[in-house]
Structures are given as C-alpha cells and as structure tokens.
C-alpha cells in the first residue's frame, strides 16, 4: 500500500545444529505428530532405539520401519513429557505416554512413570532410550532430586490458566 513503509525481511536464524535439549524436544514433537519423515531428519545414520530389554534397533532406516509399525499400531501414542533435564549432549526425559502397546486407559498409563534417554550429536539423535522410571535409574543418572522438581512443576489445565 502507498505510504505504509515496507517491512524488512528477517531471514530465519535457527542454530545449527540444535543443541541437544532443542533436538530432544523436537524428537518429542516429531514422535506426537506422528510424523516420521521429520523424525527421520532428527535421526543420526547410526541411531540406535534401545526399550527395556528388547534387543536395539540400529540404523536409521530400521528405525524408521520400527517407527512406522508402531505408529499404525498405535495410532494415538503420545509422549507426556513433565520435564526434561539436559547434561551436556545427553537429555532426560520424565514423562508418561498414552496410546501405547500397554493398551491401558489413560489415566492408568499416566500413572506409569517413563524416562527417555536422549543421545544427541551434531543435531541428531544417535540414542533413544526407554526406560521404567525408578528411583534406582535416577541415582544412576546423578538426578535424585528429580522428585522435588516434578512436585514443583504443576501442569496447566483449563480451569489454571490464566492468558
């Protein structure tokens, strides 16, 4: 329009690579949406997928026929991360999931505590690991104070928040 000044053009400036708490945290999002081309970019060629006690999955590409199998059975699946604690390339994540393999309801599954286990180089994840939330694998960790942390952080709902 004449006489409005012209907006300047700010190209995007996003870091790259990511440090290792914006690639966990995008890794996240990926695995919610369900979007597993975005999850592929996050993955390193070598990555490698390590649940519980079942043997790892390594390779990106096995990787992503893993990812794929499990988002058509489990089309709902959802990480509920409730904080994530970033040391260096590593990140934890604390959290639970519903939608998943345990075919529990909701509630029930949000009662079960999970950490993820990130391992992030150059922008991409070499590690995700999946793990049973103990008391045992936080001290493992050098993280016990986790609990007080968790207590502190209280989730928003509808009824919390305040724009």
Same mark, same amino acid.
């Given at each position: ?34 979007? @597993?081309? *975005?999850?592929?970019? @996050?993955?390193?060629?070598?990555? $490698? ?9 390594? *390779? ?41 393999? +345990?075919?529990?309801?909701?509630? &029930?599954?949000?009662? @079960?505590?999970?950490?993820? +286990? ?26 016990? &104070? ?12 509808? $009824?919390?928040?305040?724009?």
């Amino acid at each position: 329009m004449r006489g409005l000044p012209r907006r300047a053009t700010i190209p995007p400036m996003a870091r790259n690579p990511l440090p290792a708490l914006a690639t966990t945290l995008s890794f996240v999002d990926r695995i919610n949406h369900t979007d @597993l081309a *975005g999850l592929a970019e @996050l993955m390193h060629p070598d990555h $490698r997928l390590l649940v519980m006690d079942v043997p790892p999955v390594v *390779g990106r590409d096995a990787n992503v026929e893993a990812w794929r199998g499990y988002f058509t059975a489990f089309p709902e699946y959802v990480i509920h991360p409730r904080l994530f604690v970033p040391d260096g390339n590593r990140v934890a994540v604390f959290g639970a999931t519903t939608g998943s393999h +345990l075919n529990l309801a909701d509630d &029930e599954e949000l009662a @079960l505590g999970v950490i993820w +286990l990130a391992e992030v180089s150059d922008g991409l994840v070499t590690v995700w690991q999946v793990r049973d939330d103990s008391q045992a694998l936080r001290q493992d960790l050098g993280i016990s &104070e986790v609990d007080q942390w968790l207590n502190e952080a209280q989730p928003l709902d509808e $009824r919390s928040w305040k724009p």
